[in-house]
Structure formats: C-alpha cells, structure tokens
C-alpha cells in the first residue's frame, strides 16, 4: 500500500508536473462570425468547431453589455475551440 | 480567453452554454482587474493545496485525497456564483451554435424568434419561434 520514498518522490513530481505543464492545444485556424466593431470583444472560432457545431451567431451588442458587466470590458478575445475527445478528461 | 465549445454547449445545455463559461472566466479576470494582489494570493494558494491533494492521492492512491477541491477556492467560489446569475441568463441567447444541443433545446421550448432562426438557417422550424403568427384562413378571417 505504501510506497517506497524514491516512488513516492517520483511520482509526487510527475504529477506536478502534468499539472502545471498542461499540453498546449494546436488549433489550425480561427474565424470571426460577421457583426463585429472596434471595442467589441473578438470571438474566434475554430475550424473544428465549426465542422462540429456550425457558425455560430454573436449577438456583439449584447455580449458587449456582458462583459462591460462582470470585467469592467477587460476581455478583448474570445477563442471558442473544441478539446478533441482523446484528450478530454471528466472528473 | 478560452472557451471549449462542445463540453459547454452540450454538457452544460441545461444552462447558458458558452455564455456560462465566458461569465466564469470574465469574474476571473474582472477578479484580477479589481483586486490584483488578492487574486494572485488566492490563486498561488489554491495550486498549492491542490498540488498537495494531487500528491497524497499519488502516494496513497487507496485513501481519500487530503487538500480541498480546487473548486473550494473562494476564487473560483466566485466564478461559480457569477455563472448562476440573473445576468447571464439574461444574455443566453448571445452566442447561438445552429447545430448544438442547446439550442435545440432552445428551439423546442420555444425561445428563438424568426430572425433568430433565419440567421441561423433553421427557417425549416419557423413554426416554432416565440414570434411565430398563424396565417389566418378565410374562414377565420370572415368572422375576425
């Protein structure tokens, strides 16, 4: 049940390690849904999500109002992606 | 700011989908905006323990994990309340996906108006837009 130290302190790092070294995501390009104007925040959607989901449609306006709320209008991007399942982990 | 897609528009269809997790995030950064030194300590703290609940569950993966949740952190406490707030349900309908399950749901309960629908291209289902008016025949016409 218990470990050695040696085990213990490896494994300790390895974890760590995942953790803080999450893989970077590739994604291979982004579009913009039409509507957007200067001081808007700009949604990016990736290709593959568009395949999955379709184009979506950004009420900017109102998206605008959102975030002017909760951040004070800090967000200046927004990329919308899908992790592919492999990489998808629950719990 | 990242958004995955699938996971919040299919399994959080129930909710505001994407617009739920941009509200998450957006508290994040508007947390960092308004208090940068509270932020920062709470979310050094937060990985530490979780590093540390992460380490016991790795050297003794047959006992329950010691260390909080990182959902526990008043941080994220504060991104999970935001999500469950009037305002984002208020702006549900900002970012619509034609082909997710939400909206979807949206569709059968009848929340999308026509010019919705017609931006999306589902003027298949344009009888079922909040909007929609039934042609009156000539016989309902006769006695209206």
Redesign the interface.
């Known amino acids: 049940m218990f470990h050695t130290p040696a085990v213990l302190m490896l494994t300790t790092c390895n974890n760590a390690v995942i953790y803080y070294n999450k893989p970077t995501m590739q994604f291979g390009s982004y579009e913009k849904p039409d509507g957007w104007s200067v001081g808007q925040p700009e949604v990016l959607v990736a290709q593959e999500t568009i395949h999955g989901l379709g184009m979506p449609h950004v009420d900017y306006d109102s998206l605008t109002d959102l975030v002017k709320q909760i951040a004070d209008g800090h967000v200046s991007t927004i990329k919308i992606h899908s992790i592919p399942d492999k990489e998808r982990k629950f719990g | 700011?990242?958004?995955?897609?699938?996971?919040s528009?299919n399994y959080l269809s129930d909710g505001e989908g994407?617009?739920t997790v941009?509200?998450h995030?957006?508290?994040h950064?508007?947390d960092f905006?308004?208090h940068p030194f509270r932020s920062t300590l709470e979310t050094l703290s937060a990985d530490i323990l979780?590093?540390g609940r992460?380490?016991s569950k790795?050297?003794?993966p047959?006992l329950p994990a010691v260390g909080p949740r990182y959902e526990y952190d008043p941080f994220e406490k504060r991104a999970y309340a935001?999500e469950a707030d009037l305002?984002?349900a208020q702006?549900a309908?900002?970012?619509?996906?034609?082909?997710?399950a939400r909206t979807r749901r949206l569709l059968v309960s009848r929340q999308l108006t026509l010019t919705?629908l017609q931006?999306?291209?589902l003027d298949a289902y344009d009888k079922m837009a909040s909007d929609y008016v039934k042609p009156k025949n000539g016989f309902t016409r006769l006695f209206s």
């Not at chain 2, 700011?1 to 996971?7: G, L, S, W």
């Not at chain 2, 309908?93 to 997710?100: E, K």
């Open positions: 700011m990242h958004v995955d897609a699938i996971a528009e994407t617009v941009i509200a995030e957006a508290q950064i508007g905006g308004k979780y590093a992460v380490a790795a050297a003794f047959k935001r305002i984002v702006h309908q900002d970012i619509l996906f034609p082909q997710s919705t931006i999306l291209d």
